[in-house]
């Protein structure tokens, strides 16, 4: 079982930039991927960064070169680093990650985008 807690969501103007952190229950070395997907509503949740335990990262299109994903395996938490954030990342970020044939989710974290 694999617990994963989300923090730093909040409200930013567009350019503006924010952190989100996720928390594993685990040592994050046990975690084949971990990543973060977003939903706004009435869409669809999709993939925004991953990264692998090798260090792998894997980015959706429309955030590449604005958002960075990072791990630090000392306090097994994951980052994304989001910059110059525009009005249409505003979702609900979840926290994702696979430990062998499971998939677990963050409980998620709203991030607003004011125009």
């Known amino acids: 079982q694999v617990q994963l807690v989300e923090s730093g969501g909040g409200l930013v103007q567009a350019g503006g930039s924010l952190r989100v952190s996720c928390a594993a229950s685990?040592?994050?070395?046990?975690?084949?991927?971990m990543g973060w997907y977003r939903q706004a509503p009435g869409k669809q949740r999709d993939m925004v960064a991953t990264i692998t335990s090798a260090g792998t990262t894997n980015y959706a299109d429309s955030v590449k070169g604005r958002f960075t994903i990072s791990r630090d395996n000392v306090k097994n938490t994951v980052y994304l680093q989001m910059n110059s954030l525009k009005p249409e990342d505003t979702a609900v970020y979840y926290c994702?990650?696979?430990?062998?044939?499971?998939?677990?989710w963050g409980q998620g974290t709203q991030v607003t985008v004011s125009s």
């Open positions: 994702y990650a696979k430990l062998g044939w499971r998939d677990y």
């Open positions: 685990v040592s994050i070395f046990r975690l084949s991927t």
